[in-house]
């Protein structure tokens, strides 16, 4: 795997897995508190975990980002950040316009789960499909629920307001996915429930190389140290702590390049080991 990255505070990052070429696109950076991020621990356990990382537990910093994949002659986007959820995120269209990546040039669009920091850039701020030419991809146990009016009202306002906003005008363009199942060349989506009902992963493999974007399956080195420690916006935790045990032994034993997408600093790019009952996490 190669990198080529433009230096410090960049908003853009771009690198090779074999023949396919990939940019990570900055959405911006936010923090959580560590309540959020482990609802089933003690908390002074969970703060010395987080000082050993020089983190605050009231501020931890988490970046949003989308990654776009040239693979194959198509050209992918997986994740689209979080719009206008918050004034310190939603910059995807911006980088990508610095970045010199056409919107119309982007055939699919991979949304690895419906949580509104994923999904945010879809549309427009008239409501319309911000990627013209593209059709989305999801999980169908996730569209299902995230379109599903009586499970989204049982959730906080905003859930519902951006999966209406953000998966509605995408409707009769959308391709469900079942299962793990290739959608373009060196393209693999994962099967990783629990986060979110039908949340995926992503694997790009190539020429012996391969790079496993895990999405939400870990938010912070920290549930890599402690893989039972879950965040508040888990699901199904026991469904969640078995995709991300799955997951993270395959990268360790693969020696796969990772990209977790809340993993400070952006671009969340690292690979694991195995250390304990759990990993070592070393960003790239």
Same mark, same amino acid.
């Given at each position: ?146 379109? @599903? ?5 049982? =959730?906080? /306002?905003?859930?519902?307001?951006? +999966? %209406? *906003?953000? #998966?509605?005008?995408? &409707? ?55 893989? @039972? ?5 888990? =699901?199904? /935790?026991?469904?969640?702590?078995? +995709? %991300? *045990?799955? #997951?993270?032994?395959? &990268? ?33």
């Amino acid at each position: 795997m190669s990198t080529d990255n433009s230096g410090p505070g960049t908003q853009t990052f771009a690198f090779d897995v074999g023949a396919i070429h990939c940019t990570a696109i900055h959405d911006g950076d936010t923090t959580y508190e560590a309540g959020q991020y482990v609802v089933n621990a003690p908390a002074a356990e969970v703060q010395a975990a987080l000082a050993r990382h020089d983190v605050r537990p009231d501020s931890i910093p988490s970046p949003y980002s989308g990654l776009v994949v040239d693979t194959g002659g198509r050209r992918v986007l997986i994740d689209t950040g979080a719009g206008d959820l918050a004034p310190e995120v939603g910059h995807l269209h911006a980088n990508l316009r610095a970045a010199g990546i056409d919107v119309d040039t982007i055939e699919a669009i991979v949304i690895t789960h419906g949580h509104p920091d994923h999904l945010g850039g879809n549309t427009d701020a008239n409501g319309e499909p911000a990627f013209p030419g593209a059709h989305l991809v999801m999980g169908r146990r996730d569209w299902e629920f995230w379109t @599903d009016e009586s499970e989204l009202a049982r =959730l906080a /306002p905003v859930f519902g307001r951006w +999966s %209406r *906003r953000n #998966l509605d005008p995408f &409707a009769e363009r959308v391709d469900l996915v079942d299962g793990d199942a290739e959608i373009a060349p060196g393209l693999h989506i994962l099967a990783a429930p629990g986060h979110t009902p039908g949340h995926i992963a992503v694997a790009l493999r190539s020429e012996g190389s391969e790079l496993l974007y895990v999405s939400d399956a870990a938010l912070h080195p920290i549930h890599l140290e402690h893989p @039972d420690w879950r965040p508040v916006w888990d =699901l199904d /935790p026991d469904d969640a702590i078995a +995709s %991300r *045990r799955h #997951l993270f032994n395959r &990268a360790a034993s693969d020696g796969s390049m990772v990209l977790a997408f809340h993993f400070p600093p952006f671009p969340s790019l690292g690979h694991v080991e195995a250390r304990g009952s759990g990993w070592h996490w070393e960003p790239t």
